[in-house]
């Protein structure tokens, strides 16, 4: 922890004060407690909708299983969120999920199959990854046999979906205020919070990348 703060403290010098006050500011409110993830989807503007929708509830990090398609969110419509949200890419399949769920994570699967527990009844009182399916087919029958439940959004209408980007922004909302009013200690302990520090420091230095791979070398660390 003691080579993370020094870390830290080093990349503090390259921050204007404004970005200095936003990262400690936004840091406090950060949770992993959620973790999306995302069942190769292809639609650059619904990854970036997701993007969005994460950063907005502190959450902060997603994880992309692909296969035939590539994470790419449109930076036009990700309005900046992509500078703190950190994307973990994975292969689309079942061994991606185990090793999420290896981590501490419940797995969830945004489905209206098998018994679904509406978004509004679900009681969060654990670490949850919600994966979210294909625009155009949903979350997999292979991902929906092995997830431990799965989470359904009432819809009142004659559609019976919503779009992938939409979903994740009210389950991303309603798990946020559930989480608030909860009482659960959720947010990120003082190594993940310094680490997402050092990661948004560097996110938003011109040569971030450079100028920490140099301090690393130099002081013989890993992060």
Not at 13 to 35: A, C, G, N, P
Not at 70 to 78: A, S
């Amino acid at each position: 922890m003691e080579d993370l703060a020094q870390t830290f403290e080093y990349l503090k010098q390259f921050l204007t004060e404004e970005r200095l006050s936003k990262i400690e500011h936004f840091s406090q409110e950060s949770s992993d407690f959620v973790l999306p993830v995302m069942d190769d989807v292809y639609q650059f503007r619904n990854a970036a909708a997701i993007i969005r929708s994460v950063e907005a509830n502190a959450f902060h990090k997603v994880v992309a299983m692909e296969e035939e398609n590539v994470f790419d969110p449109n930076l036009t419509v990700t309005k900046g969120a992509e500078t703190w949200v950190e994307v973990e890419k994975m292969a689309k399949n079942i061994a991606s999920l185990q090793n999420i769920k290896d981590r501490g994570y419940k797995i969830l699967a945004v489905s209206l199959e098998k018994n679904a527990v509406m978004l509004p009844d679900y009681q969060i009182t654990e670490p949850i990854a919600l994966v979210f399916g294909t625009e155009m087919e949903g979350v997999s029958e292979e991902v929906i046999d092995f997830a431990d439940e799965t989470l359904a959004i009432p819809m009142y209408g004659l559609t019976r979906s919503y779009n992938v980007s939409v979903a994740a922004g009210i389950c991303m909302y309603e798990l946020k205020q559930k989480l608030i009013k909860s009482g659960i200690d959720y947010k990120l302990s003082e190594e993940k919070k310094m680490k997402m520090k050092i990661r948004w420091a560097v996110n938003s230095m011109r040569s971030g990348k450079q100028i920490i791979e140099k301090y690393l070398r130099d002081h013989h660390l890993e992060l």
